[in-house]
């Protein structure tokens, strides 16, 4: 990418932002999202357990030297499993002007570096302005999948987070606070739609608040909300409510972080039908494809 030699993580950010308007990333043709190379990999260390941390992940982390990680989010006991030896530095608490230069000296001086991200780095992680600004001086990056949190939680629910009949859709949204303004608060309108299975991230400590605005805004307060603390962590919890009961029940319990609040009829499973797939396509046969023979050649699986 563009190199203004400078080494300002601003600066790279405006640059990039800009270079993606222009035209498509000649990186993204060179590299497939399974693909290890050359350079500090961005990785999802997943929801918590060890075990729901990729091979690839896995490999690349017991293959490291410094291990940079989003602090508690990420499970100590992974750590301690995978790279023992590694020399380890929390994220918390430290700025782009700090972080960058660690992991810039790091990987220059020959060492095997890798950044762990707590789920997946696409949802609400900050990956993306760490990469550019380590390509901007010269550092390869890339990114190494995760399992988000929702996705921990509907195995901890038993469920899906789209079930047919029930939820068509599926939101990864948050609540309004310091980084979001009221009006693009949207969980409301996401409720309101019906068929949305609605996973609120990063509202642990508002979740009264976050009820009360659906209530101000007339939506039904027996709507069922499940709330998912520490999803796959051996002091996992699950808390049982409806938007007119849930914030109590959280604030008893005393979460405050760690949890994810799912709001809609599929974290219980109410009100399914079974799917068509299994139903009265499956005896129509598999196309050439070998996909279920539906109109557009996709299906459920
Ligand atoms: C900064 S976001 C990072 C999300 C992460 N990138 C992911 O894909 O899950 C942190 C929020 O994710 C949710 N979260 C992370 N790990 C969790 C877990 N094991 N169980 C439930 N929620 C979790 C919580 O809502 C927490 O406030």
């Known amino acids: 990418m563009t190199d203004t030699g400078a080494a300002d993580p601003q600066t790279a950010i405006d640059a990039e932002t800009a270079a993606g308007a222009r035209e498509r990333d000649p990186r993204i043709e060179a590299r497939n999202a399974g693909d290890v190379g ?45 790279c023992a030896d590694a020399e380890t530095v929390s994220s918390i608490g430290k700025d782009l002007e700090e972080l960058v230069p660690l992991m810039r000296d790091a990987y220059e001086a020959g060492r095997d570096v890798v950044r762990l991200h707590s789920g997946d780095p696409a949802i609400y992680g900050a990956a993306v302005e760490q990469m550019d600004a380590l390509e901007h001086e010269g550092v390869p990056t890339y990114i190494v999948p995760g399992v988000t949190s929702s996705f921990a939680a509907a195995a901890t629910l038993r469920t899906q987070l789209t079930l047919n009949g029930v939820a068509n859709h599926v939101a990864f949204t948050r609540p309004q606070g310091k980084t979001l303004v009221p009006e693009d608060d949207h969980i409301a309108e996401f409720v309101e739609m019906g068929d949305v299975t609605t996973c609120v991230y990063l509202g642990t400590h508002a979740v009264a608040e976050t009820m009360d605005r659906l209530l101000d805004a007339g939506r039904d307060p027996d709507t069922p909300v499940t709330v998912v603390y520490h999803a796959s962590w051996p002091d996992e919890d699950v808390i049982e409510g409806t938007i007119g009961t849930i914030g109590e029940r959280v604030e008893a319990a005393g979460y405050r972080a760690s949890a994810l609040v799912v709001i809609g009829d599929a974290a219980r499973k109410e009100g399914y039908e079974r799917s068509y797939l299994y139903g009265d396509w499956a005896n129509r046969g598999a196309g050439e494809s070998g996909e279920n023979d539906t109109a557009n050649g996709e299906a459920d699986d």
């Open 38 to 82: 050359e350079g500090i990999p961005f990785i999802g260390a997943g929801p918590g357990d060890p075990g729901l941390l990729t091979v690839t992940g896995r490999e690349l982390v017991e293959d490291a030297d410094l291990v940079v990680h989003a602090g508690s989010l990420v499970n100590s006991d992974l750590l301690e499993e995978y």
